[in-house]
């Protein structure tokens, strides 16, 4: 029986629900494809016997301008649906859209699928969860008048600065491949200071003087309950890297202390300063995702 591509619209949202349900996926998919007007790149349908067996769509991120991100699904018994629907998007896009990007659960049906596609692996992304109440009780550092929380920055403009910059340094540094957009420190101090951000857990670690940063490491409130994630880490230099490990340890201490039972972390293969935090305590090795990208091929 043919299988037909059609462009999403809609019409198909129950059925995509209804996809997304048979095919284990998450419902996130469809507020990302219903959700996603000003950003996106166009959705494709497979049907089969006027049923829709997979979808595809993507999108352009603010954040990251230079890549077109994608997502896909299909039922497992059709997941040769995904070369014609990929071969859908990538008519509908330009040159200026490459490379193409996702990522992908490294154990689960897709991510196999995609492994034999033969498309380029920029990083792995670490997701684990370290449960507190087994773990270790954190110990308090030794030089703790050099460790100052976001807190107790606030009313030191010079090291707000001064740790934007860092910040904002680190994370471009570690994002080379799909580079970030050229933003102001005033969107970089914002984000920093998001709601989420635990001003009392986020530690910066400070020079002898008192008026360098040698390192830094942020702690965020979660959607699960009894649960805090790790956020942006780094060091002034990677001679200053093991200082992370102390500031993880009085992270730790925090959040053994407000009653919080799970630390959960993003460690990306990129930044040698996550792969450091990672190391630093028996942190899980999975779930890990794989992100690809897709260059656009020759004519």
């Known amino acids: 029986m043919e299988i037909i591509i059609k462009k999403y619209n809609n019409s198909y949202k129950e059925e ?72 859908e998007m990538e008519g509908s896009l330009s040159k200026g859209d490459y490379p193409l990007q996702i990522s992908l659960d490294e154990n689960s049906i897709l ?19 370290l449960d507190l109440s087994v773990s270790s009780q954190g110990m308090l550092p030794v030089a703790l008048q050099r460790i100052k929380s976001l807190r107790e920055l606030e009313t030191r403009p010079d090291i707000i600065t001064q740790l934007t910059k860092l910040v904002k340094r680190n994370y471009e540094e570690t994002h080379f491949v799909n580079p970030v957009a050229d933003l102001t420190l005033d969107k970089w101090k ?49 001679s200053e890297i093991d200082i992370l490990s102390i500031l993880l340890e009085k992270q730790i201490y925090y959040s053994q202390l407000h009653g919080y039972r799970f630390l959960e972390g993003e460690f990306d293969t990129t930044s040698p300063y996550a792969m450091h935090m990672l190391k630093s305590k028996p942190f899980p090795r999975e779930p890990v995702l794989i992100t690809f990208q897709k260059e656009k091929e020759n004519d």
């Open 111 to 129: 991510g196999n699928y995609f492994s034999r596609l033969n498309l380029k692996i920029i990083r792995k992304t670490y997701l684990p969860s």
């Open 16 to 87: 995509l629900r209804e996809l997304i349900i048979q095919a284990n996926g998450e419902l996130s998919l469809l507020n990302l494809v219903e959700g996603n007007r000003s950003t996106s790149k166009g959705s494709f349908i497979a049907l089969r016997k006027e049923k829709m067996i997979g979808l595809i769509t993507s999108w352009k991120s603010i954040f990251h301008p230079y890549c077109t991100y994608f997502r896909c699904i299909a039922l497992p018994e059709y997941l040769d649906c995904l070369d014609r629907l990929l071969a």
């Open 190 to 238: 914002e984000m920093i200071w998001a709601e989420d951000i635990l001003l009392d857990g986020s530690y910066v670690y400070l020079n002898e003087k008192g008026d360098g940063i040698l390192a830094y490491s942020f702690l965020h409130k979660s959607d699960q309950q009894g649960t805090v994630e790790l956020g942006w880490s780094g060091a002034s230099d990677l």
